[in-house]
């Protein structure tokens, strides 16, 4: 697995790029945004560690450019800004996961890994139900009337709720499938007002149900 590392302390960027190498990866580690755009352009990965505040170009500035560009490898975003509105700002540009620093190595192989492995398992799959196909390797929602890109959160959203349609879900459930727990009740159901809009953009027969904090998808009939 190839890892691209942004981090502009050089001191943690080399600690963290050796324990990630002695976990078998191979990781190309850069020291600001334009350097790690650069690196982006020219090499494939299987995911990447960005670093909110770095010169040159920040974190979230990198990974706009990514999805704007249609690079959707999964990131990791790290930032010792630990409020609710930076961790909003970084998932709605399209970021996976997020970690705020001071972070245990343990917990960052533990995310990194479980980020990988939801990237591999959704990649090519085509989840289709009602009158709406999302393709989960590009994040493009479909249906008889358009199509629109979701972010990568949105997608992974959706998807929980394909695969759930039999089900109710929390918002804590949801919290545990794509953010491991840590994000807070308000960041799961502003994802989940995102993606009604999205479906309501696209008259869409699915639709996102609620009663009593219990969520589920109707109009889930196979095309």
Same mark, same amino acid.
């Given at each position: ?35 790690? @755009? ?56 399209? /970021? ?28 090519? /799959? ?52 794509? @953010?491991?727990? /840590? ?41």
């Amino acid at each position: 697995m190839k890892l691209l590392y942004a981090e502009d302390e050089r001191q943690l960027s080399m600690a963290v790029t050796e324990i990630l190498k002695a976990q078998g990866y191979d990781v190309d580690a850069v020291y600001d945004g334009e350097e790690a @755009w650069a690196q982006l352009q020219n090499n494939y990965y299987d995911a990447v560690i960005l670093d909110i505040m770095m010169p040159k170009a920040d974190g979230i500035h990198v990974l706009e450019t990514m999805r704007e560009n249609e690079i959707f490898t999964p990131v990791l975003m790290l930032t010792a800004k630990n409020d609710i509105d930076d961790r909003i700002e970084g998932l709605s540009s399209g /970021a996976d996961d997020y970690l705020g620093k001071p972070f245990s190595t343990k917990e960052l192989i533990a995310r990194l890994n479980s980020m990988i492995r939801r990237s591999v398992k959704y990649k090519n /799959a085509i989840l289709r139900c009602g009158n709406i196909a999302l393709d989960l390797s590009t994040n493009e929602l479909k249906s008889d009337s358009g199509s629109l890109r979701l972010s990568t959160k949105e997608s992974e959203l959706l998807a929980v709720f394909i695969k759930n349609s039999d089900y109710e879900i929390t918002p804590q459930r949801i919290n545990e499938i794509l @953010w491991n727990g /840590a994000q807070n009740e308000n960041t799961v159901l502003l994802y989940i007002s995102y993606l009604i809009n999205k479906l309501n953009q696209l008259h869409s027969s699915v639709n996102i149900s609620e009663e009593k904090q219990l969520y589920r998808l109707g109009g889930v009939e196979p095309i």
